[in-house]
């Protein structure tokens, strides 16, 4: 049945002053919420919040009016639907209006506005069943730089570390160095105690041969060098002193008298260099070139485009694979793997093509 406006008028008017009292209080609700997430935030963010409320306010009810004015010329059938559906419309408009310059105004004052986190589940399966198909076990974990979001697979299981342990050991000689307890400038001289076979150029030259800190340090890291390694594992006191390092700093997989780690510990010493870079960018600095210009480049970084630069560290051992490393993408992230009882030929490029599955994982998000 319809009616004519002229006829309904009061109960139209009704109508009307009770869509303006629930708007206004869906307002003030809205406004008390968010009043309280920027509670912590500087008065005069909540300020200008508080006055685009008024603003948005006045202007939906004047533009109210001007519609009420616009319906005198038609009539209504009565039926409320099309009004809720355009007032919930108008909203939503005006909560992302809210939402927009809130946190451009927190942008304005350096704060930062946290990304969502990523839905890993899905890269997560595709790796499970990848690696399903290849001799032994690899263990991997990810974790974003960007947005914090992480995941692992067999990644607290124990592994023997090989040379990824010699991470953690060069970080504690530059935060050693950061705090005057060490000069890169120190000499040391290589002795028959130091001698190590293996990976490095040291065990080569004829003892008594001198270096400084920073030459083994970076030894130690671009070319793997054992013998650089126990030259400054005798200058912090011996392999214990880094392995409580390593401990201390939150490693779940350490033994004092075994060189043992895990992928989830690697990420987390990873992390721990980063941050380091970001506090002391001098120090930091000359550490991440030296993980970015390691000799061994056919893991993590094999198969991604030239343009991305990854700060990592691999491990060798017999049937343990490992590489793990700081992946400098649009969306920076750290990919640890580690593996045992592998095929030592194929491993190599079981750890490329993770490497790339994840890479491609966190550029389409």
Known sequence: MRYNRYLSSPIRAKKRKLKRKRLLLALILFTLLITSVYAVFDNEILDRLKGGFLIAFENDRDGEKRQDTKDDTYETTGNGDDAAMSQSNAAMKLEARITRKAEGDLQEKGFTIEPKPMDTSVI??????????????????FYSLYDRSEFGINDTDEYDAASTAKLPLILLIYKKVEKGYINLDDILTYTKEDYSEGTGVIRYVDFGKKYTVRELAKLSIEESDNVATNMLKRLIGGEKVYREFMKQSGGIVVDYDRNISCPKDMSLYLKMVYDFYKENEELGGELMEYLQNTAFNDRLNKLLP???????????????????????????????????????????????????????????N
């Open 124 to 141: 997560k399966r595709e790796l499970e069943n990848y690696i399903e198909g290849f001799e032994g076990q690899y263990g991997i974990h």
């Open 306 to 364: 030239p343009n991305v630069k990854v700060a990592h560290k691999v491990g060798t051992q017999v049937r343990a694979v490992h590489d793990v490393g700081i992946i400098y993408a649009e969306k920076p992230y750290i990919l640890s793997v580690m593996s045992k009882d592998v095929d030592e030929a194929e491993a190599p490029d079981v750890i490329a093509n993770i490497s790339e599955k994840v890479y491609k994982f966190v550029a389409g």
